[in-house]
């Protein structure tokens, strides 16, 4: 890597002022963010690439955001005092760092694409960088270039630190670093982290999402859910009871619990008027944050999967007596009962798209599809899907059913 480093600096002869991004620097190859179009001129191996010249910044006192070089050069640590360095790059930093006695090193996997998932990591990098700084160490993040995955870290931990939204901490870090940009993926996880209070919480309705469509866009490329997706998939709610719900949908042909009220995943209904174009998935009318997704993984747009046939016979738009406290109120869409994958939709492991079976008694409740976008009654565009029918499904009270499963 070093070698690879002294022909780069060959070619970008001379220092980069502060600032300043370097003319020429080699792109990691799956970089898509449209502002990158620039640089994405050079595609180089591994062994050819460094991050360009030694380019790093300071964000507040102590705390530093650059490039590989930087983090591989012993001098310039050495120099600011640096002795923390959190990696986050598709490669660890040479042994020459990462075996330095005197330094403290975090190496995180990740490439520089917007499917990425960064946010898992927040609160670990977070507790790294206040922890080195508590002990008087100086923290170098970087990435390969020490714009978009790097910045990502220094973002969340800015935003942690003075409970900043995504955008005033990306102003208070492009004052220090002008060029730094996250890719879009990566600014949807960060203004997710705000959301959720600067913590993960895996029952944020927007983070299931979030890990949903992450899990899907895996699918996709394996055509089956990935082991480091299982967790989208959520216990069945007939076996397992550790904190029982009051409101459960059963199968109205055997009565047997299928989900429960926590499961579900809500949409508002497109509204009326909109136009029924099959228009991306990611963006959704209704003003939520869309998932940033690569062109190539956005769900095939002739491939829209209607959920109108098994409408035809049913009494959706009378039957809303469930969950009558709320339903009128948040203006949630009620046609169709959207819900998280669960344990016992045995299909859903191995497929890619399929109908949805009574685990009791084999009647089809509804379908589910992973890969193509579903149309709710209501225009509302679902990716991945995973649906009850009303007619197959109902809502009901512990308090009605006595027979609940424990
Ligand atoms: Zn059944
Ligand atoms: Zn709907």
Same mark, same amino acid.
């Given at each position: 890597?070093?070698?690879?480093?002294?022909?780069?600096?060959?070619?970008?002869?001379?220092?980069?002022?502060?600032?300043?991004?370097?003319?020429?620097?080699?792109?990691?190859?799956?970089?898509?963010?449209?502002?990158?179009?620039?640089?994405?001129?050079?595609?180089?191996?591994?062994?050819?690439?460094?991050?360009?010249?030694?380019?790093?910044?300071?964000?507040?006192?102590?705390?530093?955001?650059?490039?590989?070089?930087?983090?591989?050069?012993?001098?310039?640590?050495?120099?600011?005092?640096? *002795?923390?360095? !959190?990696?986050? =790059?598709?490669?660890?930093?040479?042994?020459?760092?990462?075996? &330095?006695?005197?330094?403290? +090193? /975090?190496?995180?996997?990740?490439?520089?694409?917007?499917?990425?998932?960064?946010?898992?990591?927040?609160?670990?990098?977070?507790?790294?960088?206040?922890?080195?700084?508590?002990?008087?160490?100086?923290?170098?993040?970087?990435?390969?270039?020490?714009?978009?995955?790097?910045?990502?870290?220094?973002?969340?931990?800015?935003?942690?630190?003075?409970?900043?939204?995504?955008?005033?901490?990306?102003?208070?870090?492009?004052?220090?670093?002008?060029?730094?940009?996250?890719?879009?993926?990566?600014?949807?996880?960060?203004?997710?982290?705000?959301?959720?209070?600067?913590?993960?919480?895996?029952?944020?309705?927007?983070?299931?999402?979030? *890990?949903?469509? !992450?899990?899907? =866009?895996?699918?996709?490329?394996?055509?089956?859910?990935?082991? &480091?997706?299982?967790?989208? +998939? /959520?216990?069945?709610?007939?076996?397992?009871?550790?904190?029982?719900?009051?409101?459960?949908?059963?199968?109205?042909?055997?009565?047997?619990?299928?989900?429960?009220?926590?499961?579900?995943?809500?949409?508002?209904?497109?509204?009326?008027?909109?136009?029924?174009?099959?228009?991306?998935?990611?963006?959704?009318?209704?003003?939520?944050?869309?998932?940033?997704?690569?062109?190539?993984?956005?769900?095939?747009?002739?491939?829209?999967?209607?959920?109108?046939?098994?409408?035809?016979?049913?009494?959706?738009?009378?039957?809303?007596?469930?969950?009558?406290?709320?339903?009128?109120?948040?203006?949630?869409?009620?046609?169709?009962?959207?819900?998280?994958? !669960?344990?016992?939709?045995?299909?859903?492991?191995?497929?890619?798209?399929?109908?949805?079976?009574?685990?009791?008694?084999?009647?089809?409740?509804?379908?589910?599809?992973?890969?193509?976008?579903?149309?709710?009654?209501?225009?509302?565009?679902?990716?991945?899907?995973?649906?009850?029918?009303?007619?197959?499904?109902?809502?009901?009270?512990?308090?009605?059913?006595?027979?609940?499963?424990?």
């Amino acid at each position: 890597m070093n070698e690879g480093a002294e022909i780069v600096v060959k070619k970008v002869a001379g220092h980069i002022p502060k600032g300043s991004i370097p003319k020429n620097p080699p792109k990691p190859k799956d970089h898509h963010h449209p502002h990158h179009h620039a640089l994405s001129t050079y595609r180089l191996t591994r062994e050819d690439i460094s991050g360009g010249p030694v380019n790093l910044d300071q964000i507040e006192p102590g705390l530093w955001l650059g490039n590989v070089t930087a983090a591989a050069d012993l001098p310039t640590l050495e120099k600011l005092a640096i *002795r923390s360095v !959190l990696t986050i =790059d598709s490669c660890p930093l040479p042994a020459h760092v990462t075996e &330095n006695p005197g330094l403290r +090193v /975090k190496y995180i996997q990740a490439s520089d694409v917007p499917r990425e998932d960064l946010i898992k990591y927040f609160e670990e990098t977070n507790k790294f960088i206040r922890d080195s700084l508590a002990e008087e160490r100086n923290v170098l993040v970087h990435c390969y270039f020490g714009v978009s995955r790097s910045a990502t870290i220094v973002i969340a931990y800015m935003m942690d630190k003075y409970r900043l939204s995504y955008e005033a901490a990306l102003h208070r870090v492009k004052s220090r670093r002008r060029f730094v940009l996250p890719n879009p993926g990566f600014i949807t996880q960060l203004k997710l982290f705000a959301l959720m209070n600067y913590t993960i919480d895996p029952q944020n309705d927007r983070y299931k999402l979030f *890990r949903l469509k !992450l899990a899907a =866009d895996n699918v996709r490329k394996a055509k089956r859910l990935p082991v &480091n997706c299982m967790d989208v +998939v /959520k216990p069945d709610p007939a076996v397992t009871q550790e904190s029982p719900e009051p409101i459960v949908y059963r199968c109205r042909k055997c009565r047997r619990v299928v989900a429960r009220k926590s499961n579900l995943l809500m949409h508002k209904p497109k509204p009326a008027g909109a136009s029924g174009g099959h228009h991306s998935t990611s963006s959704p009318a209704n003003g939520e944050e869309p998932v940033a997704q690569e062109p190539e993984s956005e769900p095939p747009k002739d491939g829209l999967s209607y959920v109108t046939e098994h409408m035809r016979r049913s009494s959706i738009g009378s039957d809303h007596s469930h969950d009558r406290s709320s339903s009128e109120k948040d203006g949630m869409c009620r046609k169709i009962f959207f819900i998280e994958p !669960l344990a016992w939709m045995t299909d859903i492991f191995h497929n890619t798209q399929g109908r949805l079976y009574c685990p009791k008694c084999t009647v089809k409740l509804g379908s589910f599809n992973w890969v193509m976008a579903t149309k709710c009654p209501c225009g509302a565009e679902i990716y991945p899907a995973f649906y009850l029918v009303p007619s197959k499904a109902e809502y009901s009270t512990v308090v009605q059913n006595v027979q609940v499963t424990v």
